[in-house]
């Protein structure tokens, strides 16, 4: 192909990319003017690479977006798709079923610790938080608790673009446009403090203490209105928010003091990306849901779902037992729940994520990713550098008047001029490679943000 991906007439003309089609595409999450004016296209992947539009070869540093967890474009998860795609394309999820759905949920279950032993399907991380936080809200009123109906998120949250997640999320900029959302969500503190926990490797040892704000709000508003609470365990999207050692803890055990509900939003955590099935095993911490999505099919079929505990589901079912066998017992759905597609490729993932070792694999190389992302300490604007399993972000002071245009430009640059693929949330960089990164790939990855920093002014 030859062209420039920053000559759009190239692309264009090189067949990568028809005349005007940029223009009725309105990208998610992305500065669109900027992104149009100098696309960054991928046309191919493999492994850990992608292939730019104009034939370059890119190492991803961020699975894809913290979902491509096998690497891209592996061979058995794309054969599964292509069977299933040719053996049975789709069966209406309501009344009527197929065989893999039944049997990813019960692999998913397997790996899930304690007691949660029940899935229920979804498309997405959006979708399956809403999922979770209705059947918490539906859980405390067939057990007579309708009262509890608040729920409770921590600012920094991230929790998908539902008009749920969005409530219990603690991002101002995804809530300030879209009115008042869910009624009665509170929020806890966030547990980062740069002044208590720059450049920690892992959990810090500030910051258990914050959990205990749940009391302040159950004080405020009594525990019998709470229904529950949602935190992912590493906070990911604003810019990777390690738990602080012995928090999650803690907040179990002052959800379990006022019986409320405690989800864990895996969507990211989940899957190996630090290094076990799910955050709630490296912490040794049971909730009550888990949500998660993107590894679970590494990243090739979207899809989402809810771990529930067993005596929650079976409460949902004594429920329908009232009302007769052929009753409902949960009014919610989507056509594309457990969508066969989605099951194959979530089947054949988690097939080589026990076949290769990956999980563990995370777990041995965190050393190594976390000492090689902590060399980067000392390069110009670097506030603050953070790790945890396979996930660093490295944050940078922010240019005065002009937030995140430092991360924007060190993430174009990688792209342009480093051959890799970072990602941005605001001033910081940050890097999610998948499970299968080597220790040269791992060391490419710190030089390519190394270069791509010191050209940021
Ligand atoms: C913790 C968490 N929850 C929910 C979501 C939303 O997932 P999706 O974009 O698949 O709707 C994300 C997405 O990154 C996430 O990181």
């Not at 299933?84 to 789709?90: V, Y």
């Not at 993107?294 to 067993?310: A, E, F, I, N, Y």
């Not at 076949?355 to 060399?375: I, K, N, S, V």
Request: one cysteine or more; proline letters at 6%; a negative charge.
């Amino acid at each position: 192909m030859g062209a420039h991906p920053n000559d759009l007439h190239a692309l264009q003309t090189s067949g990568a990319l028809p005349p005007d089609e940029l223009d009725a595409y309105w990208m998610p999450y992305t500065a669109n003017r900027a992104f149009k004016r100098r696309p960054r296209l991928l046309v191919g992947a493999e492994g850990m690479h992608y292939t730019a539009a104009d034939g370059r070869r890119i190492l991803d540093g961020t699975a894809g977006l913290w979902c491509c967890n096998a690497g891209h474009g592996r061979a058995p998860i794309v054969a599964a798709i292509q069977r299933q795609a040719a053996t049975l394309d789709f069966t209406a999820p309501f009344q009527f079923g197929h065989p893999k759905a039944f049997q990813l949920a019960s692999r998913i279950a397997a790996l899930a610790p304690g007691d949660l032993d029940r899935v229920f399907f979804v498309n997405s991380g959006s979708e399956a938080v809403d999922t979770a936080l209705k059947i918490a809200l539906a859980f405390h009123a067939i057990e007579g608790r309708g009262t509890r109906q608040r729920l409770v998120g921590r600012e920094r949250g991230y929790h998908g673009v539902g008009f749920g997640g969005m409530a219990v999320g603690g991002i101002g900029a995804n809530r300030k446009l879209f009115g008042p959302g869910l009624a009665g969500v509170d929020h806890l503190p966030t547990t980062y403090s740069r002044e208590h926990q720059a450049f920690t490797r892992g959990e810090p040892a500030w910051g258990a203490h914050l959990a205990d704000d749940l009391e302040r709000l159950v004080l405020l508003h009594d525990a019998s209105t709470i229904a529950a609470v949602i935190v992912e365990p590493m906070g990911g999207s604003t810019g990777v928010l390690p738990p602080p050692k012995g928090y999650l803890e803690r907040l179990r055990l002052i959800c379990d003091r006022h019986g409320i509900l405690l989800i864990f939003d895996e969507v990211i955590s989940g899957f190996g990306r630090l290094g076990y099935a799910f955050a709630a095993e490296r912490y040794g911490v049971v909730p009550d849901m888990i949500t998660f999505a993107k590894g679970v099919t590494s990243g090739t079929v979207p899809m989402g779902g809810v771990l529930v505990r067993g005596p929650i589901h079976d409460a949902f079912m004594a429920a329908g037992e009232k009302a007769g066998e052929r009753a409902v017992e949960l009014f919610h759905g989507h056509t594309y729940s457990g969508h066969p597609l989605a099951c194959a490729a979530g089947l054949a993932t988690l097939d080589l994520y026990r076949d290769e070792g990956l999980f563990e694999r995370a777990r041995a190389l965190e050393p190594t990713f976390a000492e090689a992302m902590h060399m980067l300490r000392g390069l110009p604007h670097v506030v603050d550098i953070r790790t945890l399993g396979l996930t660093a972000a490295v944050e940078l002071a922010p240019r005065p008047g002009a937030p995140g245009g430092r991360g924007y430009e060190a993430v174009e640059a990688a792209f342009f001029e480093h051959d890799a693929v970072l990602r941005q949330a605001g001033d910081t960089v940050v890097l999610t490679p998948a499970l299968i990164v080597s220790e040269d790939e791992i060391a490419m990855l710190a030089t390519s943000v190394r270069a791509s920093l010191s050209a940021v002014p």
